[in-house]
Structure formats: structure tokens, C-alpha cells
T-cell receptor, first 107, second 114 residues
Framework: GQSLEQPSEVTAVEGAIVQINCTYQ??????LSWYQQHDGGAPTFLSY????GLEETGRFSSFLSRSDSYGYLLLQELQMKDSASYFC????????FGKGTRLHILP | DGGITQSPKYLFRKEGQNVTLSCEQN?????MYWYRQDPGQGLRLIYY???????QKGDIAEGYSVSREKKESFPLTVTSAQKNPTAFYLC?????????????FGSGTRLTVV
């Protein structure tokens, strides 16, 4: 079967750094993606890792280790607008999403 | 501007009625997808289509049907056979399998069956 595991909730302070982990077990694998979804809104694409290593896009970075079936999303200099749910997703011939991590940010 | 349009945003239906959710994209994407999201849950794949006149079942296809007669359109019908249809439905599209360019999502349709 296919499964993705990520924490259901994470809490951090404004201005701090937070890491959201994701482990996966899938039959096929092309890459790991991350999406952000604010309450009531549509998911928006953040990043994609096909190869091992760290990809940086502004305040957000994403890491992948294919040998460990593991990745994470790193958010730096947290802002209140970063309060949202974050989904990791594995790309095969389609995308399978995890259940999401709700990020709470304290002032 | 290019994007995906889902309509309507809110939809109410009586139990036992079929209902069709619209999804139109002008991004010239080949692949289109339908996901269902329940409160506090992730996205579960209902159906996907990688080319016109062809589509595949996702993980929770029972009680749903789709068609892909045009590249731009991928309507989803929620039939009376779907046991628990009340949910947030999201349509997405991508260039290929959705890898490094990601999916573009519509704003969703919130279906309530009473």
C-alpha cells in the first residue's frame, strides 16, 4: 500500500524556524512535493524534490532523502500569514497527499 | 489570466439526487484530477485523466463518475450511490504527472447533501 506520515499539528513562535517532517511508503516514486492550504482555500504548490538534498525558495526550504524515504519542509522567519496546513505529497503517475500538518504560529 | 474555475462554490442537494460539479481550465494542461477533502483530512484522489477521452479511477472512485470530452473540461458527477457525499471537492490540473511544476488547484466546491 501507499502511505505518507506527517505530524498532525505543529506550533511555533513568530520569527522562529519550524520543520515539518514527512515519511513515505509508496509503490512508485518520482519526487516529493509540498503544498500550503489556508482555511477554506485551495492548496498551493510550494516545492518539489526529485533528488536528494535541499531546495531553497525564499523563506521555505525542502529536503529529500530517497534512501530514508524521508523529507521535510523548513520554514524560516515565521510570519502569522504562514499559519496554514502543509501537505507533503508523493508523485508517481499521479500525486498522493499526506493528511497534512496544521501549523499554529504564536505571536 | 490562466487558471482553473470550479463552479459553484457552494452546492446543496437532497439525498438521492445526482449532482455534477464543473471544472474548467485554460492552462492548456493535459492532466486533470478530482480530489475530495473532509474536515481535518488530507486530499483523497477520486479520478484523474491524463488525456482527452481517457480517465482512471483513484482511491475512492465508488459513487462518482467523470468525463473528459474536451481538454479544458473535467466534470465530476456525484451519484446517489455515494454514501457520504458531503465534502469539499477540489479539481486540479498539471502539465504532465504533476511533478516539478506541481498541480494548480481550483478554489473548490463545497457540497452539502441534506
Amino acid at each position: 500500500g501507499q502511505s505518507l506520515e506527517q505530524p498532525s499539528e505543529v506550533t511555533a513562535v513568530e520569527g522562529a524556524i519550524v520543520q515539518i517532517n514527512c515519511t513515505y511508503q509508496t509503490s512508485g516514486f518520482y519526487g516529493l512535493s509540498w503544498y500550503q492550504q489556508h482555511d477554506g482555500g485551495a492548496p498551493t504548490f510550494l516545492s518539489y524534490n526529485a533528488l536528494d538534498g535541499l531546495e531553497e525558495t525564499g523563506r521555505f526550504s525542502s529536503f529529500l532523502s530517497r534512501s530514508d524515504s524521508y523529507g521535510y519542509l523548513l520554514l524560516q522567519e515565521l510570519q502569522m500569514k504562514d499559519s496554514a496546513s502543509y501537505f507533503c505529497a508523493v508523485t508517481d503517475d499521479k500525486i498522493i497527499f499526506g493528511k497534512g500538518t496544521r501549523l499554529h504560529i504564536l505571536p | 489570466d490562466g487558471g482553473i474555475t470550479q463552479s459553484p462554490k457552494y452546492l446543496f442537494r437532497k439525498e438521492g439526487q445526482n449532482v455534477t460539479l464543473s471544472c474548467e481550465q485554460n492552462l492548456n494542461h493535459d492532466a486533470m484530477y478530482w480530489y475530495r477533502q473532509d474536515p481535518g483530512q488530507g486530499l483523497r484522489l477520486i479520478y484523474y485523466s491524463q488525456i482527452v477521452n481517457d480517465f482512471q479511477k483513484g482511491d475512492i472512485a465508488e459513487g462518482y463518475s467523470v468525463s473528459r470530452e474536451k481538454k479544458e473540461s473535467f466534470p465530476l458527477t456525484v451519484t446517489s450511490a455515494q454514501k457520504n457525499p458531503t465534502a469539499f471537492y477540489l479539481c486540479a490540473s498539471s502539465i504532465t504527472g504533476g511533478g516539478n511544476y506541481g498541480y494548480t488547484f481550483g478554489s473548490g466546491t463545497r457540497l452539502t447533501v441534506v
